[in-house]
């Protein structure tokens, strides 16, 4: 079975490639060759895992049980794992009508859609309210209310469970602790 997964950003955010321009960003952020920003799809998966455990938790499942439906629904870490439960997520990225209709703009350069989806912002650490030396940073946020959009495959029996995780994702990406990432996620059942 498959869902679509829907991201809409309520916070500008950040989905990191873990990377750095020298004398540019200090954080830069996931795009493919076009410029267009994405979420990989190890990444929700990764959020996915916790939000099912803290789910679990609060459900008072008892541990053994809880860990079976993890293992069952997320594989074993490192493991290649083809169990018709495993769930598969796709990476998540923008609308391929969006997409199209930017890369229709005669002449658009890659830097120019990162320029238009994203923009740069500079942080300082303070130190008795004073920034501190050397401390200036700078990273590329996704503007806020971009649409991000994916697939999670899922046994027909998951799709419920699925459907309730996702939508516990409050956060992804970095810098939450600063305000960034706040998501709203849904999952809908794809129809043939």
Same mark, same amino acid.
């Given at each position: ?37 994405? #979420?990989?799809?190890?990444? #929700? ?71 238009? #989806? ?27 209310? #971009? ?46």
């Amino acid at each position: 079975m498959q869902l679509l997964v829907h991201m809409q950003l309520e916070s500008d955010t950040i989905f990191g490639n873990g990377m750095s321009m020298p004398g540019g960003e200090d954080i830069c952020i996931q795009t493919d060759l076009q410029g267009f920003p994405f #979420l990989k799809g190890s990444t #929700l998966k990764g959020i996915f895992r916790e939000e099912l455990i803290n789910l679990l938790s609060w459900m008072k499942m008892p541990e053994e049980e809880a860990i079976d439906m993890v293992r069952n629904l997320m594989g074993e870490s490192g493991a290649d794992d083809t169990s018709s439960r495993k769930l598969v997520f796709s990476d998540l990225t923008m609308h391929p009508d969006v997409i199209e209709r930017i890369e229709r703009e005669e002449g658009i350069t890659s830097q120019e859609i990162i320029e238009m #989806l994203t923009y740069l912002r500079t942080f300082t650490e303070l130190e008795d309210g004073i920034a501190k030396g050397e401390s200036l940073r700078t990273a590329r946020c996704i503007k806020k209310g #971009l649409n991000f959009y994916g697939t999670c495959t899922c046994a027909k029996d998951d799709v419920e469970i699925v459907q309730e995780v996702l939508r516990l994702i409050k956060w992804a990406g970095s810098m939450r602790s600063r305000g960034f990432g706040k998501v709203r996620v849904r999952g809908e059942e794809i129809r043939s």
